[in-house]
């Protein structure tokens, strides 16, 4: 009984307050050229939106009121097809500031319900990814079509496999963003070459950062990249931390801001740890949801 008891207290816990439990990550990264004024830039991800999540809906609105100079959006806006006009209505403050985008896999897909236990099956296994290529069997498909639109009309550059640029006070700043890895969507031979010689700063923007991606962007010359997916692990053990990613990134970068080095090159690596989850595993343990304030100043030296 005493078991039986912790464990609903644990599952309550989870599912009741940690999971709506939104916090603000505040970080600094040294990469911008020296003498150019800091830039404040907001990253939001994973919002797994479902219909009636209204205490999300109101925080991630209040964001705007941080005035970032941009908004990065690293996908899985949705976690349920009807979801659109809530992430919208969610997001709209924020659509009034500059922005970038690429889609996660549950922009594309519904997703499925899953025994959570897979993911440390799938990890002593090796295996990473669900779908593999388009078409996807048996899944529901979302329409990410009318999320693409109103963010497009909203001025927000769509980096899914190309580049985009965006121009803040004179700055010029290029971003080179790949669709989501984890379904096997990344082209990274459509986008390669590195950073743009003419703007002041190159940022590289993925879904799940997976290790071909952070290999192949580190290797380029990419000062910082941002990804989001992994949840910070979602379900995570006190004074231990979390036990999957959900990709081949290993546990100790599965949020906050850690380091990635290939080939002599060493780039700044930003994981969001999101603020939701797949509407099937509606929990949060020892990991709340974020979005994150990253604070860009000049370089070190």
Known sequence: MGITAVGAAGLAYAAGFEARSFRLRRVTVPVLPPGV????????????????????????????????????????????PEGVPEVLDALGPLMEFPGVYVFGSNDYYGPKLRNPARYLLEKAQGRH??????????????????LRDAFDMAGWVNLSNTRGRLKLDGMELAFTGLDDPHIK????????????RDADLSIAVVHAPYL?????????????????????GQLCIPFYGALVTNCDLDTDRVKG???????GNR??????????TNRYTPLRFACPPEATLLTLVARRG
């Not at 991800?45 to 964001?63: E, F, P, T, Y």
């Not at 990814?129 to 009318?146: D, I, Q, S, T």
């Not at 969507?185 to 743009?196: I, L, M």
């Open 267 to 276: 780039a700044y690596l930003h994981v969001s740890a999101g603020c939701g």
């Open 129 to 146: 990814g669900l779908n593999g290529n388009a078409p996807a069997v048996g899944v529901v498909h979302n329409p990410w079509e009318e």
């Open 37 to 80: 004024r800091p830039l404040r830039v907001l990253q939001v991800s994973d919002i797994h939106m479902v219909s009636g999540q209204h205490k999300k809906r109101a925080w991630l609105q209040s964001l705007a009121g941080l005035r970032p100079d941009f908004v990065v959006n690293t996908g899985d806006n949705l976690s349920d």
């Open 185 to 196: 969507r990344d082209r990274y031979d459509s986008v390669a070459g590195g950073p743009e």
């Open 257 to 263: 801001l850690s380091t990635h080095s290939t080939e």
């Open 212 to 232: 071909r991606s952070l290999e192949a962007f580190t290797a380029d010359g990419y000062p910082l990249i941002l990804a989001g997916h992994t949840h910070g």
